[in-house]
Every structure is written in C-alpha cells, then in structure tokens.
C-alpha cells in the first residue's frame, strides 16, 4: 500500500511542478521518490526481520528493521540535499510561478494521501515497536510538513510578487529534513550499537526486585535488535536448593518478564551465594 500510495503522489506532484515551474514543488517531487525507494526497502526490511533464526543468524534477522532505518536517515538527509541544490539554481534569479493555483491544489491532494498513510503507519509502529515502520512513518509526515510549507510559502509569494520565495522556502524545508534525518539516524545507530534498552531495564528492575527466591541478581545487560529485547544477568539462589528448584525459580522469573516485557529474550546465568557480592563484601567465604 505505502508503494502505491507513494507512486501516485509522485506522479501528482510532478503534475503539480509542470503546470507551476516552481522550483519548491520540484523538491516536493524529488522528495517523493526518496520514499518510494524507502517504502520498498521496509517492505524488504519487514519481510526478512520476520524470518525465523538459521544456522547463520542465530539470534534472527530483526537487525534488517535497524538496517533499513538507516538508510531511511540517510535517503531524507540526501532528499534535502537535492532541494538545496534546486533552490540554490534560482535563488538569484527568481522565475514567476505560471499556473500555480492549480498545481497548488494537485499538490494539497497528494500531501492528503501521504498525511493519511504517515498516520496509519505512525501508529502501526508504535504497536509493533518497528523501527523500520517508524522511520518510514517518519520519513512520510517529513514530506507532508515541507509540503505544507511549500504550499503556504508559495501563496505568500504569488499574492506579493517576491517570487525569491519560492528558492527560499524550498531551502527552509531542507534544513528541516536534514533535522529529521539526523534524528532517525541517531535513534537507529544507537540499537546497531547495542546500546542499553533504558524503559525495559526499569522494568526488568522492577521484577527482580520483587521475587523473594533471587538472594540477588547482578550484572544487568539489555540490547535492541528491530522489536526484540535480548537480556543477560546474573542472579543468586540458595545454594541448597536442587537444580529442578532452581530451573523453576528462573522459569517463573521469565514467564513474569515475558508478559511485562513482549518479545523478550531472557538468559540467565544461576550462582548460588557464594558469587553474590553482597554475601563477599560482608567477607562470608
């Protein structure tokens, strides 16, 4: 659907461009091929990060959503390059807009379908916790606010003749895009580098804390790959126990987190209180 939709609006802005001659209407244009190649990479990214693992991939493919959002980042910051180097062309030399009521209104129709799209995939994400439909999603609302502002920067030049607004307006929208694409590419760098689920951590906390069996539990580590949570730590139990009592403990821990946590990965490493630190820092050997 995100293909299609995107398609059609490429087409309708690119009517939109022929009937005005408005160098901001062709960055609109040129923007909407940026997400069509982006629509096709999530829909790619999707498909592979919902393969099972293999003897290759043994912790699966949910890596390909991270991937994808990165090139996301990477595909608005080079769309806002392009707009510069439109804008840049007739900054000094503004050309009069021809007929811009109508591409105005072909341009309004298409950034409808592509608002409509952005919402439906924004709220997708945030359901599934997708990082490759989330930065499609906001790769999308991007196009609609530099389409808004295009629009409405374009009837402030038509009604007072500074036409220079045109280059100038396409240049503004850049510099947003440019803001959008970095934040993309630091959300989405930050899981390719493994960094700390800080949310799920206080949560994880909050159920160790809780189950009286753990003497303790340390040694704490959580990373993202797409929508899975992969955990390690350390926790104690009373060396007495058999290791049947102790699988149980543990099994009970994981169900508890399975529920607060959807998609978690829990592996546990059992010591009993011998290696807790607390039981060495009171000198007990």
């Known amino acids: 659907m995100a293909i299609l939709v995107g398609l059609i609006v490429f087409?309708?802005?690119?009517?939109?461009?022929?009937?005005?001659?408005?160098?901001?209407?062709?960055?609109?244009?040129?923007?909407?091929?940026?997400n069509i190649v982006a629509s096709i990479m999530m829909f790619y990214a999707l498909n592979l990060a919902s393969q099972p693992e293999?003897?290759?991939?043994?912790?699966?493919?949910?890596?390909?959503?991270?991937?994808?959002?990165?090139?996301?980042?990477?595909?608005?910051?080079?769309?806002?390059?392009?707009i510069i180097e439109a804008a840049v062309g007739r900054l000094s030399d503004p050309i009069p807009l021809e007929d811009i009521n109508l591409g105005l209104i072909i341009s309004l129709g298409a950034t409808s379908l592509n608002g409509i799209l952005a919402w439906a995939m924004m709220k997708e994400a945030r359901k599934s916790r997708s990082m490759a439909l989330e930065g499609d999603a906001k790769h999308l609302f991007s196009d609609v606010v530099s389409s808004a502002g295009v629009v409405v920067g374009l009837i402030i030049a038509v009604l007072t003749g500074l036409y220079v607004l045109d280059?100038?307006?396409?240049?503004?929208?850049?510099?947003?895009?440019?803001?959008?694409?970095?934040?993309?590419?630091?959300?989405?760098?930050?899981?390719?580098?493994?960094?700390?689920?800080?949310e799920e951590e206080l949560v994880i906390v909050?159920?160790?804390?809780?189950?009286?069996?753990?003497?303790?539990?340390?040694?704490?580590?959580?990373?993202?790959?797409?929508?899975?949570?992969?955990?390690?730590?350390?926790?104690?139990?009373?060396?007495?126990?058999?290791?049947?009592?102790?699988?149980?403990?543990?099994?009970?821990?994981?169900?508890?987190?399975?529920?607060?946590?959807?998609?978690?990965?829990?592996?546990?490493?059992?010591?009993?209180?011998?290696?807790?630190?607390?039981?060495?820092?009171?000198?007990?050997?």
């Open 11 to 34: 087409v309708l802005k690119l009517i939109a461009y022929f009937l005005s001659n408005s160098v901001a209407l062709l960055s609109d244009a040129l923007e909407s091929t940026i």
């Open 206 to 285: 909050g159920v160790l804390e809780k189950n009286q069996d753990l003497l303790e539990y340390h040694d704490l580590r959580t990373r993202r790959s797409g929508t899975t949570v992969f955990m390690d730590v350390h926790i104690c139990i009373d060396g007495k126990k058999t290791v049947s009592e102790g699988q149980g403990i543990v099994a009970k821990v994981e169900e508890e987190l399975k529920v607060v946590v959807p998609g978690i990965v829990p592996n546990f490493r059992i010591e009993d209180e011998t290696q807790c630190k607390r039981y060495k820092a009171e000198g007990k050997n």
């Open 54 to 82: 293999d003897e290759d991939h043994r912790y699966g493919h949910q890596k390909a959503e991270n991937i994808s959002a990165l090139v996301e980042g990477i595909l608005i910051i080079i769309a806002a390059i392009l």
């Open 167 to 198: 280059s100038v307006i396409a240049m503004v929208v850049a510099v947003l895009l440019i803001r959008m694409g970095v934040e993309v590419l630091r959300k989405t760098t930050r899981d390719l580098m493994d960094a700390t689920c800080e």
